[in-house]
């Protein structure tokens, strides 16, 4: 089984405007940023992103923002992206901000085809506005719906042919989780090997959740925030 795509130009031809996108990462650590470039250069639009942050105002997603092709974003916070906070006090972009496990826990939901769950997190805020409630062992609760998507874009360490991924530390983040809870999986890897190639036991997502993989090249790998030790 060959699931192999020539690169994130070809990769992003398969995404329709109004598409739901999963997009791992953490800040800047982790993400599919050959996958994000080749969408803003595309212009594909109306999206809806899922992902934990927007990334910063000239990289990541802080790039779909800035083109205006973002119609909605799931995320747990505003980052490091002026542009993203200006769009939402504006009104110019649908956001709906949700604390980061329930986030991680309704992707894995969605993954695992759970049809939600109660949590104590939210319960008193906004959060729960509109939201089922229920006392669980005293304790108020707040439904919560599982987050699936139409594509997950994810960034892995090393990946092979039939789309068995590896991360690297802190890279792996929220990748395996959305690699099984969308429709489409594609991702872009820094090294791509032959099937056989990887040991089993180091495999984090199995290639049957995997549909197209690439090898990328050139990856930036930016910092949000670089602090260093005086000297």
């Not at 109004?18 to 999206?47: H, N, V, W």
Request: charged residues 25%.
């Amino acid at each position: 089984m060959n699931k192999k795509l020539s690169g994130p130009d070809a990769a992003v031809a398969l995404v329709g405007d109004g598409a739901s996108i999963l997009m791992g990462g953490f800040g800047l650590c982790g993400i599919p940023e050959l996958l994000i470039g080749a969408l803003a250069k595309r212009g594909t639009r109306d999206l809806m992103l899922i992902s934990n942050n927007p990334g910063t105002d000239d990289f990541g997603i802080g790039l779909l923002l800035k083109n205006h092709q973002v119609r909605r974003m799931i995320a747990t916070y505003v980052g490091e992206n002026k542009e993203f906070e200006r769009q939402f006090l504006k009104g110019e972009i649908e956001v709906e901000l949700v604390p980061q496990g329930t986030f991680a826990e309704r992707i894995r939901a969605g993954g695992a085809g759970i049809g939600g769950f109660f949590t104590p997190t939210g319960y008193g805020t906004v959060a729960a506005d509109g939201k089922e409630t229920r006392l669980i062992n005293g304790r108020p609760h707040v439904f919560e719906q599982p987050i699936t998507a139409d594509f997950a874009f994810v960034h892995a360490w090393k990946g092979d042919r039939a789309g068995n991924l590896v991360y690297r530390h802190t890279a792996r983040n929220f990748n395996p989780m959305m690699a099984t809870a969308a429709r489409v999986t594609i991702a872009e890897v820094e090294s791509l090997v032959e099937p056989g190639e990887i040991n089993p036991d180091h495999v984090v997502t199995p290639g049957i959740f995997v549909k197209y993989v690439f090898q990328g090249a050139g990856f930036e790998k930016r910092i949000e925030r670089r602090t260093v030790r005086q000297t």
